[in-house]
């Protein structure tokens, strides 16, 4: 702490800023719960503040040609399908304040495709996705936890309106992934993740009270938020001095 001190001329001491550090929030939840709407409304609110949203959708490892043959069969929904082990390098680059490349998804080719994305770290960052709460390093590296909890049938009823329309998918394919995949991950990985969770949000983007305490939750541990998470005693000495 001794290099954020300094003795001024009139013989006070002031403080440099320490490094940042971003504030991470992780939000998850099912399909089609809402998460990128919720993510969307916290961003939104916090206009003053910049915000980075990453979707661990970045993060799907791309399909050989062989399970390309055979897709109808591959689970999408286990933890397994994901590049879990550069999601948490890009992480952690990002919460020491280093740039990072975010691999770019389709969602038709079920491939990463073109070079990807620079992105810049950021005050505040929030992880997406469907098992962003499943691996305790992941976990480990956020300052809040989030699971958005909406009604399993109006999620079925979501995903088959945008898988059909946004990404290429038919009705019976649909129906049938939900059935054979999505359903039975949901109630092995992804309910159970629920239980880590700060706050758990019901019906999703339409529960503007619970977005808003989470916004104000937020702004007033921005503030304090760099010092308590480098020093944890900061506060307590800056207290003497100020006495
Ligand atoms: P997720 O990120 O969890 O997959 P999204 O926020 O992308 O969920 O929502 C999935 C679909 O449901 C989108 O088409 C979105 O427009 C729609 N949707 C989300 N929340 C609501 C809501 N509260 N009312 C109506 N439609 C919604
Ligand atoms: O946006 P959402 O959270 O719904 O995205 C996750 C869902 O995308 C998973 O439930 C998975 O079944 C689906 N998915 C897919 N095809 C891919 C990759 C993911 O249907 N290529």
Redesign the pocket.
């Known amino acids: 702490i001794k290099d954020h001190l300094s003795l001024q001329s009139n013989g006070s001491l002031s403080a440099s800023s320490p490094p940042k550090q971003p504030f991470i929030i992780g939000v998850a939840g099912g ?3 809402g ?2 709407t919720v993510c969307n409304m916290i961003i939104s609110q916090l206009h003053d503040q910049g915000v980075l949203l990453i979707n661990q ?1 970045s993060f ?1 490892h791309s399909l050989s040609n062989e399970q390309l043959e055979r897709v109808h069969e591959y689970n ?2 286990h933890p397994d ?1 994901f590049n879990t082990e550069l999601l948490l390098s890009c992480m952690e680059k990002l919460k020491h304040g280093q740039a990072i490349t975010l691999p770019n ?1 389709d ?1 038709k080719s ?1 491939q990463s495709t073109g070079p990807g994305q620079k992105v810049n770290p950021s005050d505040v960052i929030i992880l997406e ?2 098992l962003v709460l499943h691996d305790p390093r992941v976990r480990d590296l956020m300052n809040m936890k989030i699971f958005v909890d909406t009604d399993s049938d109006l999620r079925l009823a979501r ?1 088959i309106q ?2 059909t329309v946004e ?1 290429g ?1 038919n009705i019976q394919n649909v129906l049938d ?1 939900y059935a054979r ?2 359903k039975p991950s949901f109630e092995e990985y992804i309910l159970p993740s629920k239980k880590h969770a700060d706050i758990i949000i019901p019906r999703g983007g339409d529960n503007d009270v619970a977005i808003d305490l989470i916004v104000q939750h937020i702004q007033s541990k921005l503030g304090q938020h760099d010092l308590c998470k480098i020093y944890p005693n900061v506060f307590v000495i800056c207290s003497t001095f100020q006495i």
Do not use: C, E
């Open positions: 399909t089609a719960s998460k990128t959708d799907y999408f929904d399908a998804y969602f079920h996705g469907i995903r945008r898988d990404r998918r992934q995949f999505v």
